[in-house]
């Protein structure tokens, strides 16, 4: 047996590699398992909001040339639809959202973990966790100090340490297109009301469009939300079945209250850290990683960690999962859409929503304030 003093993370994703990164750089040793092979992809609409981006250069784990190279394509207008009337198009002067490809983000991300010194072990799975000590797949056995479970929306460390991992009614769905096959304005599309709390995105990227169905929270089943996809298509003349759909759930009103506890931390989708209204999760994932980390090196500090958190990641997505009711629900849908429909201040908010420029209580009051 492998016995160490070290801070053990499992899962390579943004989550896990920025806690990695964190921890390798202050100085703490650190080991890195993900079952995947890198480079790895992750079903996602690769959506990165310039709060995200900006967590990654002033931490200084990446540059903004490093991001740069890793963007498709910078988006500042966004269009917002009621099924398929349009409601508005907004043009914003600053907070650009950028579309990355998750293979190539995800993989740089570990790699500046590891350069950092991080050990990284890739293709192994971690199989079961006692007490202090986890066993892979490999039948390697590892003794941790601190263990950080960044293993995504399905958390065999949350499920194993914490019980079940909560509601998981969230699921998205999506295709990439060539752009030449599309005829849609540039820009980020958000087509409401086909799918109830849910939405279905087309996001523009360098040669491909990512067009998607998800839901959070909803009694949608599966194959309603793939219907709803295919339906859209199928409207704009573009054939659902040459395309590969692929799948995967998004955590659903699943927060974990402490991100964990004791020696244990969860970190991204495995604490259930994504956003109910929008489905973002990348940028909390990166965030509750770097808390993470600070709390490790502080020798495990969860009471500031948490405080930290309530200001930022953990705080947005709470608040997220109360107001998304008032964009989704029967009784306030129709009020929301006529809202966005009439005033610029609302589709202004929306972005500073998905851009993560404005938290959704900042933005509800200067509603109120400013709609009258
Ligand atoms: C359809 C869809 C579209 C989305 N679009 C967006 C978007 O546009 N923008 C956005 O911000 N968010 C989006 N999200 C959410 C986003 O993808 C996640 O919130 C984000 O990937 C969370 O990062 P993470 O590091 O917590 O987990 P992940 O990225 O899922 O990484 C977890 C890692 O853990 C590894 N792992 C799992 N179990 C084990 C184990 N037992 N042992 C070892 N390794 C293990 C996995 O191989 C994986 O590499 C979308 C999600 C879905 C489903």
């Not at 896990?16 to 992750?42: N, Q, T």
């Not at 202004?348 to 929503?353: P, T, V």
Request: aromatic share 8%; hydrophobic share 40%; proline share 2%.
């Amino acid at each position: 047996m492998q016995d160490l003093t070290l801070a053990l993370v499992v899962g390579g994703g943004p989550a896990g590699s920025s806690c990695a990164w964190k921890l390798a750089s202050a100085g703490v040793r650190c080991l890195l398992i993900d079952k995947a092979e890198f480079p790895r992809d992750k079903i996602c609409g690769g959506v990165l909001s310039s709060r995200a981006a900006e967590l990654l250069t002033n931490s200084g784990m990446i540059s903004t040339a490093e991001l740069d190279r890793l963007t498709e394509k910078t988006h500042r207008t966004l269009s917002l639809w009621n099924r398929d009337e349009l409601l508005s198009t907004y043009t914003s002067d600053n907070h650009p959202i950028r579309i990355i490809s998750r293979m190539g983000f995800d993989n740089f991300l570990l790699e500046k973990a590891a350069s950092s010194g991080t050990e990284v072990i890739t293709g192994e799975t971690v199989v079961s966790i006692d007490s202090s000590i986890i066993r892979t797949s490999s039948g390697r056995s590892i003794r941790y100090s601190f263990l950080v479970g960044a293993d995504g929306c399905n958390s065999f460390v949350r499920k194993t340490c914490f019980g079940r991992s909560g509601r998981k009614t969230g699921i998205g769905l999506e295709c990439f297109l060539p752009l030449s096959e599309v005829n849609m304005s540039d820009g980020l599309h958000i087509h409401f009301r086909y799918l109830p709390y849910g939405y279905i995105w087309a996001f523009p990227g360098r040669e491909k469009i990512c067009i998607g169905a998800g839901v959070v929270g909803s009694k949608v089943s599966p194959p309603d939300v793939a219907s709803a996809l295919k339906g859209f298509l199928e409207t704009r003349g573009i054939s659902a079945s040459k395309y590969v759909m692929k799948a995967a759930s998004i955590p659903s009103l699943s927060l974990h209250k402490s991100m964990g506890a004791g020696q244990i931390f969860l970190a991204g989708d495995a604490a259930g850290l994504v956003d109910q209204v929008s489905g973002e999760g990348i940028g909390h994932a990166i965030e509750s990683g770097f808390l993470i980390a600070d709390a490790i090196i502080s020798g495990g500090d969860r009471k500031t960690m948490l405080i930290r958190a309530n200001k930022g990641c953990f705080g947005t997505v709470r608040q997220s999962e109360f107001y998304r009711h008032l964009l989704f629900s029967r009784l306030t849908v129709r009020l929301a859409m006529r809202k966005l429909k009439e005033s610029e201040t609302f589709s202004r908010a929306y972005w500073n929503l998905i851009s993560g420029s404005q938290s959704y209580n900042n933005m509800f009051l200067r509603l109120l304030t400013r709609s009258g």
